[in-house]
């Protein structure tokens, strides 16, 4: 029987074996409702993967820049742990294209931390994180065999979470790119056009008080506004005000609805913009020379995860991850006006669109 392979949206880790994971996806790129597009269960060993050959549901859901919400309902202790995951869609070709699969740790002590305020508890974070696009290889006729029993949700499997809106939480600064030179023979400057996402923590709680959250993924939320910050030499970080707003999550698993606590999540750009020097840059060893006259755009790939960008300290007790970036409409910029200069990654060479990238001296 000939095999194909599908791509695989989510995989990861769970405390329990053998019991159902459901990934909902939301109904449109406003929709605070999240409905169940395909489902597995847990390996004996807990590890589960969630596979389907039919992405259009994450089309319909798609922002401009292919970034789609969604939740992961992952069991754990008798429950359901729900986790916001963005899955990132292709935004070229006449197809709907996955382009990685999200990666989750809910076993483990592996998901990365993020920053509280001092003397607060540290509940478990959960960051997730996309990976090489993954497939499963299924013979004819049984397409997710292979990844735990994958099937399709249909009507009569209606899993699904509803999102309602609790309290509004402010403007909040939010990182959105840094920029470091330190040699000023090259001048940066950071651009952000409309009609992009950025990629922001999720905050939970049970019961929604101070110090009591912790980041249980992220999501996307599109900026309806340009956001340009002027060239300039030395190392600085760009900051935005995102709207934050509380919502009450209730979810229907297998036919029960439930309380599922609280989530601060983005909402939208507010427009103002803020620039931070910042003493030192990050390191960088993989350099190329940038000659006098010419400019470089750093337009592709990923951008760095700065895991507490997202201030809501004041608000919720800690600070949440964000990520922006990379594209021909997101993209940092680089200038060698006064003389040649390096451009050096942080963790790959300039012509492979690093994370970061830092200027230094050609010497």
Known sequence: MAARRSPVLVVGSAAEPRRDVSLMVATSTSSKEFRAVAQTRTRADGSFAIASDDVSALERASTSDGK???????????????????????????????LNTVRLDLAGDTNASVARAAGQAAPRDVVPARVALVTSEASEGSATQDVGGARDATADDPDYCQDSYDKFMGKR????????????GARVTAIFENNQSSTVGVGYSVNGKLGSFSQKGESSVERDLTLEFKMSRG????YTDFTYSRCKRYCTIGGYKQFYGYRVKATGLAGDIARY?????????K??????????????NRAWKNYYGADLDGVIGM????????????????????????LCGTNAYPQQFPQRII?????
């Open 68 to 98: 789609v919400n969604a939740v992961v309902a992952v069991p754990d202790r008798g429950s359901y742990e729900m986790v916001d995951v963005v899955l990132e869609m292709s935004t070229s070709g006449s197809a709907p294209r996955l």
């Open 173 to 184: 600064k939010t990182f959105i790119s840094g920029q470091y030179a330190t040699n000023g």
């Open 235 to 238: 190392n600085q970080h760009n």
């Open 277 to 285: 020097s910042t003493p030192k840059a990050p390191a960088a060893s």
């Open 287 to 300: 350099c190329g020379r940038l000659p006098k006259g010419t400019g470089f755009s750093l337009n592709k």
């Open 319 to 342: 600070n949440l991850s964000v990520e922006s970036g990379y594209s021909s409409t997101q993209r940092i910029y680089y200038k060698a006006d006064r003389w040649t200069v390096k």
């Open 359 to 363: 200027v230094r001296s050609a010497k």
